[in-house]
């Protein structure tokens, strides 16, 4: 499977931002999909995460009630929307796969990452 995401940019505080993540292959639906984040000089962290067939989501307590998770197994892609943005959520964003269990946890097993797309929030 290869990931590659989009959407990412510079932003005003308070304004949103979609990213995308289209993946190859035909097995997608069996992929537990997941975005991280990592910011300057931080780990990387969780941030949501979507079942191979998007009946169950998981958010991180930073980003609950500002970010949506979703997916179109048809269309073999996974979408984070982003709401609400705040300068702390500046980072470069990964899609990632894991063929194993949807990841909720930095420390999951991940099968395949994206290459990562820019996210900036200007105060």
């Known amino acids: 499977v290869q990931l590659q995401a989009s959407g990412g940019g510079l932003v005003q505080a308070g304004g949103s931002l979609r990213l995308s993540c289209a993946a190859s292959g035909r097995t997608f639906s069996s992929y537990g999909m997941g975005w991280f984040r990592q910011a300057p000089g931080k780990e990387r962290e969780f941030v949501a995460s979507i079942s191979r067939s998007g009946g169950s989501a998981y958010l991180s307590d930073s980003v609950k009630g500002r970010f949506t998770i979703s997916r179109d197994n048809a269309k073999n892609t996974v979408t984070l929307q982003m709401n609400s943005l705040k300068p702390e959520d500046t980072a470069v964003y990964y899609c990632?796969?894991?063929?194993?269990?949807?990841?909720?946890?930095?420390?999951?097993?991940?099968?395949?990452w994206g290459q990562g797309t820019l996210v900036t929030v200007s105060s």
């Open positions: 990632a796969a894991s063929l194993r269990r949807t990841p909720n946890d930095a420390r999951d097993p991940i099968d395949y």
